[in-house]
């Protein structure tokens, strides 16, 4: 089983409908992050999350919410989509300091 | 802030030559580097990774990182490529400061391997 786990995979959703990409990781880190993934950009961060009470708006927020339900769960959403939302998205987790992220498989979004 | 920026975001080489995938940083601290590796359809996992422990940074794969402060670069390189070396790689800092955690992206080098 995967340590870090997105659902769903792929989704595919009208403008202005509101979605929600969960996250779960098995790997016992206080830390999650949610990134997004365009051609050409790479990933930029869109929310982070150091603990359950802790939550920080990345270099693109706008647009986006999280919710950080417990330490193994930290879920994105999309209040309104729309279609420039369309991306992959990705879900890590990390130990507190300079250590690597791990990632999840990531969600293939496609707003129409 | 720190940043990255990745040299070419497309590299071709022929199957047994030389990889060389450019990675330049931007940090006022001392950085922690990494280089990540994306198959197709698949998330990111990592290569290797950089914490001032050694220089030179053997990974995964038969790749290898030289950090060179000098230079603030953080070159990735293989000795001789593979078919299934074709993917995107991903050369990554830590942030700092009120960031401290994240990890800030480069743009990505798509590698190609002709046979």
């Known amino acids: 089983d995967a340590d870090v786990t997105q659902t769903p995979r792929n989704r595919i959703t009208k403008t202005g409908k509101r979605i929600m990409l969960e996250c779960s990781q098995t790997k016992g880190h206080d830390r999650m992050y949610w990134y997004r993934q365009d051609p050409g950009l790479g990933l930029r961060l869109i929310y982070y999350?150091?603990?359950?009470?802790?939550?920080n708006k990345g270099e693109i927020s706008d647009g986006y919410s999280v919710s950080r339900q417990a330490q193994a769960k930290f879920s994105l959403s999309l209040e309104s989509a729309i279609p420039n939302q369309t991306a992959l998205y990705f879900c890590?987790?990390?130990?507190?300091?300079?250590?690597?992220?791990?990632f999840g498989q990531g969600t293939r979004l496609t707003v129409v | 802030a720190q940043s990255v920026t990745q040299l070419g975001s497309h590299v071709s080489v022929s199957e047994g030559a030389l990889v060389l995938l450019r990675c330049n940083y931007s940090?006022?601290?001392?950085?922690?580097l990494f280089w990540y590796v994306q198959y197709p359809n698949q998330g990111l996992q990592l290569l290797l990774k950089y914490t001032s422990a050694a220089t030179l940074v053997k990974g995964i794969n038969g790749f290898e990182a030289e950090f060179k402060k000098s230079e603030t670069s953080f070159h990735l390189t293989k000795p001789s490529a593979h078919m299934s070396d074709a993917a995107e790689y991903f050369c990554?800092?830590?942030?700092?400061?009120?960031?401290?955690?994240?990890?800030?992206f480069g743009k990505g080098t798509k590698l190609s391997v002709k046979p």
């Open positions: 999350s150091f603990d359950v009470k802790d939550i």
């Open positions: 990554a800092v830590r942030g700092s400061g009120g960031s401290q955690g994240n990890l800030i």
């Open positions: 890590a987790t990390s130990y507190p300091g300079n250590t690597e992220a791990f």
């Open positions: 940090s006022s601290v001392p950085p922690y």
